[in-house]
């Protein structure tokens, strides 16, 4: 019986994945984009209302789901004996990721492209690096913990090949001016990354929930008064009721 941290992955892959399927739909609608003349950028379908105001929430409520996702993983991989140094890379690569992923969507392609580009970079190049991690510590780390089928790795790992072969296609088809083609590559890789999100499901199956812990600060903590004075009592359950 998988826990409710699985469900965290499966909604950020189905949601993201709907959510700018959504914003092509309305885009196609409103004629914001012509299909009969080329295939639209992800970018370009986001770019004009209502389905930017879409965008952008898709893209905000996808990136903190994302966050969440790096922050369990995080601790996951710290309970299973993980380095601090290697996991906190992973960490950050993720986080910066969904910080890309955010800026992406609240700096549209038509008002702000460098600050878009810059975001769409971060989202795409670290989010691929971020499973790329991932696979080099489930190698470099023996007998690390993979939950799942064997073939779960070597599933992962054609993904995360596929993903970075495409990136590299889509660049080099953008600057060809192969434009539709790149743009029906950048879809793909979107999606790889929706289904490698997804796939943390397998391995948040082993994980029965998580629970907040706050530690304060030493300096913080009340020590007892020496002085006769006035103070006040620690705090103290009563003595229980005697008949």
Known sequence: MWGYLSLVP???????????????AIAVINRDVDLTKDF???????????????????????????VWICIVRYYQLRDWGVKTWPNQLILWSGILCALGTSVAGN?????????????????????????????ILCWWVKGLPQPGAPWMAWLRLGLCS??????????????????????AFEWAVAMLLF???????????????????????????????????LHSPPLTSPPPLRP
């Open 40 to 66: 639209p950028f992800i970018s370009k379908c986001g770019s004009f209302p209502p389905q930017s105001c879409i965008f952008s929430q898709v893209l905000n409520i996808g990136a903190a789901m994302v």
């Open 195 to 229: 289904l490698l999100f997804g796939l943390f499901a397998v391995d948040f199956s082993v994980l029965e929930g998580c629970t907040l812990s706050l530690q304060p600060l030493r300096s913080l903590t009340p020590r007892p008064s020496a002085s006769p004075g």
């Open 10 to 24: 499966i909604s950020l892959a189905l949601w993201a994945s709907a959510g700018i399927w959504l914003v092509f």
């Open 162 to 183: 596929l993903c970075t072969m495409l990136m590299v296609a889509m660049l080099v088809l953008y600057s060809s001016r192969l434009r539709s083609t790149s743009a």
């Open 107 to 135: 700096f549209q392609e038509k008002n702000q492209k460098p600050t878009h580009m810059t975001g769409a970079f971060f989202a795409f190049v670290l989010g691929n690096i971020y499973f790329w991690l991932q696979i």
